[in-house]
Each structure stands twice: as structure tokens, then as C-alpha cells.
């Protein structure tokens, strides 16, 4: 069955005559008939009866029109509800990020969408691990490192570099150390999601360095907080430790080894049609990471 029809029939009933049906639906009215002649000839009933002057129902036709008129109201007020979300920038947003990614830099970034668009309210979830994107509805996620997920899109925002770092404190009682291996004669500070660290050396050359930490945390803030504390050496982002490297409550350890960074990228359901409010933010976060990086390099 060609349930277009069922729609062209309602509209003739409510409308009352073929002219006026045509006409809301902007066809002609031959191919009205014709496809209300079609339906009738599939369920085997007459549901009109034509005459010059007037259209009515047949008893069949008034069943059947009180059968179908709920759904087609149904229908119709959910297109409509669909086209509003795909199109008005409205409703809720849920959005996870990094504790620390998001205090350091993206809060500032979140409320200032809010401010320009107060139709869409944002559900942040701030967690240091991977939530089930799925399973936890969530529109935007914000993840650090080589992450993918299927279905889902993964945009580059920016690489985050890192800093080997210690307390002016720590050095001047141990000593600054001179290769990786003297780290394991300091206290370290790691975070679980990273159990080792990457350098480059001089030649450019990939080293791996892992050992037993005194403190393991997953906060990097927190973390942060204990290297300037004097509680040991951490490989830290810079959007985390920057400011605390600048103002000397910090200082660099192992300036010749080489931090690798870790990309952050911006994730999003693989739809062919996404929500107005996803896409807003979307180009939101991508014209203030180019905001970034152009003032970096000016």
C-alpha cells in the first residue's frame, strides 16, 4: 500500500472537495483522484461519494477517516517537532570533556556559547574518563590522544604540549637530573590514563620512560598542584602547568628531552542530518580554536 495516500485522503476529507485539497497540497487535481481512486481499489471500499455540487464520506470513509486522522495529527506534529531540532538552535546539549582540559581552557569557551545562544542549555559531564558516548547521550565529547570511535567524527582542535617539570624546591634539595634513567631516583608523579611518558632526544629518537610513581592521581590539576607542593617531577599539559612555569613556580626538568604532545580532538556522532544546536556549537569551538592559534602566531 502506498500509505502517501492515506495522507492525500485525510486532507480531501478535512478539506471537504478535491479543488480545495489540490489545492493545499499543490497538485493537480486529476492525480488527487486518481490516487484516492487507488487507495479505495486497495482496500476494496468506496470512501467518497462524488457529486457536482459536494464531496462526503461513505460510512466506510468515516471509519477509516477517524482511524487515520489521530495518526496523521500524530505524525504531522512529530515532522514538525524533528524540523525544529534540526533547525532552531534550541534544547539541551550534552557535552563531556577532561576535568582539568575544561577548567584550564574550554569552560570559559562554554559559558560564552551560552551567553550568545540562551536557547540551548548545556549538560556538562566533566570526567576523567571515557564515558560510553552512546549509551550516556552525548552530543559533543572532548578527548585527549588517538581516539576512535565508530560512527563517531573526530576533529582536530589542537596538539597540547607537555612539560617535564619539578618545584624550584625539589631541584635545589636532589639535584637536577641528567638522563632519563636518573628519574627513577626522584619521586614521580603520574596519572593513570598516562602509566608512561614519551620524549624525543636531540636526534629526534622515540624513548619510552615508565617506572613506579610516589603519587598516581587522575586530576591533572591536582597533580599539578603536588609538583608545586615539592612532591615530585610530573610530565604535565601546558594548558595546565603553563602559567605556573612562567610565573617560576615551576621549573623545567630535562630541557633537552622532548615531551610528546597529545592531540585533542572534538567528537560527534556520524549523522547525515545533525541537530542545528550540535552544529552551532561545532563551529563555535572551531572559530575559537582558530581565534587561539591566530594570536599565538601573531
Same mark, same amino acid.
Given at each position: 500500500?502506498? /500509505?502517501q495516500n492515506? @495522507?492525500?485522503f485525510v486532507?480531501v $476529507? %478535512?478539506?471537504g472537495?478535491y479543488?480545495k $485539497?489540490a489545492?493545499?497540497?499543490?497538485?493537480?487535481?486529476s492525480?488527487?483522484?486518481?490516487?484516492?481512486?487507488? &487507495?479505495e %481499489?486497495?482496500l476494496g /471500499?468506496q470512501?467518497l461519494y462524488?457529486?457536482a455540487?459536494k *464531496?462526503?464520506l461513505?460510512?466506510a470513509?468515516?471509519?477509516?477517516? =477517524?482511524r487515520c486522522?489521530?495518526?496523521y495529527?500524530?505524525?504531522?506534529? #512529530?515532522?514538525q517537532?524533528?524540523?525544529?531540532?534540526?533547525?532552531s538552535p534550541?534544547g %539541551?546539549?550534552r557535552v563531556?570533556?577532561?576535568?582539568s582540559?575544561?577548567? #584550564?581552557?574550554?569552560?570559559a569557551w @562554554? @559559558?560564552e556559547?551560552m551567553? &550568545?545562544?540562551?536557547?540551548?542549555?548545556?549538560?556538562?559531564m *566533566?570526567v576523567?574518563?571515557n564515558v560510553d558516548l552512546?549509551a550516556?547521550?552525548?552530543?559533543?565529547?572532548?578527548?585527549i590522544g588517538?581516539i576512535?570511535i =565508530?560512527d563517531?567524527?573526530c =576533529?582536530?582542535l589542537f596538539t597540547s =604540549?607537555?612539560? *617535564?617539570? #619539578?618545584?624550584r624546591e625539589?631541584?635545589?634539595? &636532589?639535584?637536577?637530573?641528567?638522563?632519563l634513567?636518573?628519574l627513577r631516583?626522584y619521586?614521580l608523579?603520574?596519572?593513570?590514563?598516562?602509566?608512561s611518558?614519551?620524549?624525543?632526544d636531540r636526534?629526534?629518537?622515540l624513548?619510552?620512560f615508565?617506572?613506579?610513581?610516589r &603519587?598516581?592521581i587522575?586530576?591533572l590539576s591536582a597533580?599539578a598542584?603536588s609538583v608545586? $607542593?615539592g612532591l615530585g617531577?610530573a610530565?604535565?599539559?601546558?594548558?595546565?602547568?603553563?602559567?605556573?612555569?612562567?610565573?617560576g613556580r615551576m621549573?623545567?626538568?630535562l630541557?633537552?628531552w622532548?615531551p610528546?604532545?597529545?592531540?585533542v580532538q572534538l567528537? /560527534?556522532?556520524?549523522?547525515?542530518?545533525?541537530? $542545528?544546536?550540535?552544529? *552551532?556549537?561545532?563551529? @563555535?569551538?572551531?572559530d575559537k580554536? %582558530?581565534q587561539?592559534?591566530?594570536a599565538?602566531? #601573531?
Amino acid at each position: 500500500m502506498d /500509505y502517501q495516500n492515506l @495522507f492525500l485522503f485525510v486532507t480531501v $476529507a %478535512e478539506q471537504g472537495s478535491y479543488i480545495k $485539497a489540490a489545492d493545499h497540497l499543490k497538485m493537480p487535481t486529476s492525480t488527487l483522484s486518481r490516487r484516492i481512486q487507488q &487507495l479505495e %481499489e486497495q482496500l476494496g /471500499y468506496q470512501l467518497l461519494y462524488r457529486s457536482a455540487r459536494k *464531496l462526503t464520506l461513505t460510512e466506510a470513509g468515516t471509519l477509516f477517516y =477517524r482511524r487515520c486522522q489521530p495518526l496523521y495529527s500524530e505524525l504531522t506534529e #512529530a515532522t514538525q517537532g524533528v524540523d525544529s531540532e534540526l533547525t532552531s538552535p534550541t534544547g %539541551e546539549l550534552r557535552v563531556t570533556a577532561p576535568v582539568s582540559l575544561a577548567n #584550564a581552557l574550554l569552560n570559559a569557551w @562554554f @559559558f560564552e556559547f551560552m551567553e &550568545l545562544h540562551p536557547g540551548i542549555h548545556l549538560d556538562l559531564m *566533566l570526567v576523567n574518563r571515557n564515558v560510553d558516548l552512546k549509551a550516556e547521550g552525548v552530543d559533543i565529547a572532548f578527548r585527549i590522544g588517538d581516539i576512535k570511535i =565508530r560512527d563517531w567524527i573526530c =576533529r582536530p582542535l589542537f596538539t597540547s =604540549r607537555f612539560s *617535564l617539570c #619539578a618545584s624550584r624546591e625539589l631541584i635545589l634539595k &636532589l639535584g637536577h637530573p641528567e638522563t632519563l634513567d636518573d628519574l627513577r631516583n626522584y619521586p614521580l608523579i603520574m596519572s593513570r590514563s598516562s602509566p608512561s611518558w614519551n620524549f624525543h632526544d636531540r636526534e629526534g629518537r622515540l624513548h619510552t620512560f615508565s617506572a613506579e610513581p610516589r &603519587l598516581r592521581i587522575d586530576e591533572l590539576s591536582a597533580a599539578a598542584e603536588s609538583v608545586e $607542593a615539592g612532591l615530585g617531577i610530573a610530565n604535565l599539559p601546558d594548558y595546565v602547568v603553563g602559567e605556573s612555569l612562567t610565573y617560576g613556580r615551576m621549573v623545567t626538568v630535562l630541557p633537552l628531552w622532548q615531551p610528546i604532545g597529545r592531540e585533542v580532538q572534538l567528537l /560527534y556522532p556520524h549523522r547525515q542530518y545533525l541537530p $542545528a544546536k550540535v552544529r *552551532l556549537f561545532i563551529s @563555535f569551538i572551531m572559530d575559537k580554536v %582558530e581565534q587561539e592559534r591566530a594570536a599565538l602566531s #601573531a
